[in-house]
């Protein structure tokens, strides 16, 4: 299984980005993905993520109403699009993937691969 992040970059406060992860090994109408980020100094939090069964989704409440995940099955890849982004949204964004564990997606536990990273810059 292989997850390849990208999209990231540098943006201004207030502005958009959209997140791409593209999988190949997994399939994506069975378990979770999720994206994660990571700030300096601080541990891995959940952003938003989606149960692959019925498409369900979740996002922090940091994020909630600023973010939407989606997912092109053709494509076997999911995006995150982040608007109204803040400086705070500052990291190092990560997809992972897993199978179905039975635990709502945005309980880390369980993701078993990891993409490598993107990072995203909010400037203020």
């Known amino acids: 299984v292989q997850l390849q992040a990208s999209g990231g970059g540098l943006v201004q406060t207030g502005g958009s980005l959209t997140l791409s992860c593209a999988a190949s090994g997994f399939s994506l109408d069975y378990g979770a993905l999720g994206w994660f980020r990571q700030a300096p100094g601080k541990g891995r939090e959940v952003v938003s993520c989606?149960?692959?069964?019925?498409?369900?989704?979740y996002a922090a409440e940091s994020v909630r109403g600023r973010v939407t995940i989606s997912r092109d099955v053709a494509k076997n890849t999911v995006y995150l699009q982040m608007n109204s982004l803040k400086p705070e949204d500052t990291a190092v964004y990560f997809c992972a993937a897993r199978p179905p564990v039975g635990v709502s997606c945005h309980v880390e536990d369980g993701y078993e691969h990891w993409g490598q990273g993107t990072q995203v810059t909010v400037s203020s």
């Open positions: 989606m149960r692959l069964r019925d498409g369900s989704t």
